[in-house]
């Protein structure tokens, strides 16, 4: 067993670096961003993060997480690599593992970041291959391993001692002599690191299906913790995918960190959301509808959790959840009136609960895009609109108010996350055009 395969032509990870009024900057070396997520943090400092695509548009085979920082509202940023593995040689590789879809939190000094993280060779939507059903880990909650020539996980990676190290087990309890791993889960053979579990060349792999990465820090971003993985906890085995559903989470009134998800089981998707009252033990709501998928959350007054999630019903659709014990029961799916037109229903919707209220009223803005136009070369994306959703607790009703075009002329806008700012005002992460690039653009409500 001391036989190794070579590894792919490893990348070396950028320096971190800084840019003016972008968060992500081509400088950093990546090329291409995608899937913006952005959260403010309590002494005003925004923190945002993206894919790092690298030189492609793909959802996989060769990605990593950048996470950028500002502390003046988006007129300088600060940047680094929170999730970097670098076995694509920092470019698209059919082979290569990918980090994909951030979800942030922040939750007095620390941020949490949750990701999902596909093996090498691995992605939902790609030329890769597809995840298998499997949490990835076995009953007693190690993560399974492979030889990698044979299709079978014979093998678990045990405990991590003090040291931060662990070692590779067989399935019957005896280890395996010379190879040992970080909480990381990069490989070593008798102390040389050689790769790290996750890759597609590994002398022993993980299993081929997603996995929910979670790593939090308590410097702005500057350095990130060891992750936990959540698959344990909240992943089915029946599931080739449960991951992330990209964005922000939020922290309600009782401290409790929801991240939103979804499933994706051959076509069919679903949604959800984990929760966590410590941000290590994790539970999993009931699953919404068949008919969602990304979703974003916002708790209103009264302690709903109210979703608003992509769909294939043409308009824009919510739902809301109500606490029951120490989980959550989901109420009926609402289908608005606000008709979005070809796909653009199809896409992520960012919300938002504001701070303050509107006219009595809880309010919660949500941003998509509204193909309102001419474009028939965009699949629905484009031409953002941000709306204002006005939820009477008194009552139960709901209102909505559209207040602007976000973009227009017919111009592209994918993926988005809104944030409030320190002085009330909104902040808007955006993809804004075919190379997904990404807008920072600020409203002030209060005029």
Known sequence: ???????????????????????????????????????????????????????????????????????????????????????????????????????????????????????????????????????????????????????????????????????????????????????????????????NLFYYTSPYRVVSTGFLYLTTSRDKGKTWSAPQILNPQVKQAHEPFYGTAPGRGTVTKSGRILFPCYYYIYGMQGSSFIYSDDGVNWKRSPTLSDASSENQLSELSDGTIRSVFRNRFGRICYADAKPAGDGYVWGEVVQTDIVLAGRSSDCMISSLRYSEKIDGCDAVLVACPNNRGNRTDLGGRYNGVLRMMLYNPATGETTWKELCEINGNDDFYGYSCLTELSDGRIALLYESDCDVNFTWKIFDLRI
């Open 1 to 195: 067993m001391g036989k190794t395969v070579p590894t792919n032509e490893r990348g070396v990870k950028p320096c971190g670096g800084f840019s003016e009024r972008m968060p992500f900057d081509p400088a950093s070396g990546s090329a291409q961003f995608r899937i913006p997520a952005a959260v403010t943090m309590d002494d005003g400092t925004v923190v945002a993060a993206a894919d790092a695509r690298w030189n492609t548009h793909a959802d996989g085979c060769g990605l990593d997480t950048m996470v950028s920082v500002s502390e003046d509202n988006g007129a300088t940023w600060r940047y680094t690599f929170a999730n970097y593995l670098g076995d694509n040689g920092n470019r698209m590789n059919r082979y290569s593992t990918a980090f994909i879809d951030p979800l942030l939190v922040t939750k007095g000094d620390t941020i949490y970041l949750l990701v999902d993280l596909f093996p090498g060779g691995v992605a939902l939507n790609s030329s890769a291959f597809r995840p298998e059903p499997s949490t990835g880990y076995n009953a007693e909650g190690k993560l399974l391993l492979r030889y990698y020539d044979s299709p079978d996980y014979r093998y678990f990676l045990g405990d991590f001692d003090e040291t931060g190290t662990a070692r590779i087990f067989r399935e019957d309890g005896t280890p395996v002599n010379g190879y040992t791993a970080d909480r990381w889960f990069n490989l070593y053979w008798k102390g040389t690191e050689i790769g």
